[in-house]
């Protein structure tokens, strides 16, 4: 029986030892797997937290690209719209039509004006010509009378029809050059009308010509 007990005490000693090792062994598989579902664990969360990061990313990067392709889009529209090339000064005052009525009343105005002083320097003239003739006749008539008067008298040939005679040669002389002077006085006068009406033509044109360009530069935008 001792040496039963002492088989039987062997037997159980290497019965622990196996029941040991089986756990041993179970332990390290059970922690094997454990390990191995913990890294499927971490793999699996990484291949997420990777693809939620890409996808974020890419959602980002796309709604970058939209609101930058929009905002192209945009500026393309932009571009694309182009303002009205305004016409040069000549060709738009060509075309306006208040400045051209401006100019085609200035010209009819201007042109009843200048045939209005015309023809009262026609008449001035026609009329210092007939004074003139008339006087010159007068002259010569005049003279006659008085030579004959003398000449009844005796006294042709006496200085006092010398005398008589310069006196009456002064005053027609005298008259002579007042008539010239009146004449030259009123075509002076004519003539500074003419003038005064041709400046105030020329800033009644310009202030036209100023509203058109006024007019040109609201329409066209032109310094804004």
Do not use: C, H, W
């Amino acid at each position: 029986m001792p040496a039963d007990q002492g088989g039987s005490s062997g037997t159980r000693t290497t019965k622990p030892n196996s029941v040991g090792s089986s756990m041993g062994r179970a332990a390290a598989r059970v922690g094997n797997t454990s390990g191995k579902s913990n890294a499927r664990k971490s793999y699996s969360g990484a291949r997420r937290s990777k693809s939620s990061g890409s996808s974020r990313g890419y959602s980002s990067s796309s709604r970058r690209r939209s609101s930058g392709g929009g905002g192209g889009n945009g500026g393309g529209g932009g571009g694309g719209y182009r303002a009205p090339k305004a016409p040069s000064l000549a060709a738009y005052l060509l075309s306006d039509s208040a400045y051209q009525q401006a100019v085609r009343g200035g010209k009819r105005a201007s042109a009843d004006f200048m045939s209005e002083t015309g023809r009262r320097r026609g008449e001035a003239t026609t009329q210092f010509n007939q004074t003139k003739g008339q006087m010159e006749r007068d002259r010569t008539t005049q003279l006659e009378a008085l030579k004959n008067e003398f000449a009844s008298r005796g006294l042709i040939q006496s200085g006092l029809f010398g005398e008589e005679q310069g006196r009456f040669e002064q005053t027609f002389t005298d008259q002579m050059n007042a008539l010239s002077q009146q004449q030259a006085s009123l075509m002076a006068d004519i003539l500074a009308q003419e003038t005064n009406y041709r400046r105030e033509q020329e800033l009644m044109l310009e202030s036209a010509r100023q509203e058109a360009i006024q007019r040109r530069s609201a329409k066209y935008k032109i310094g804004a």
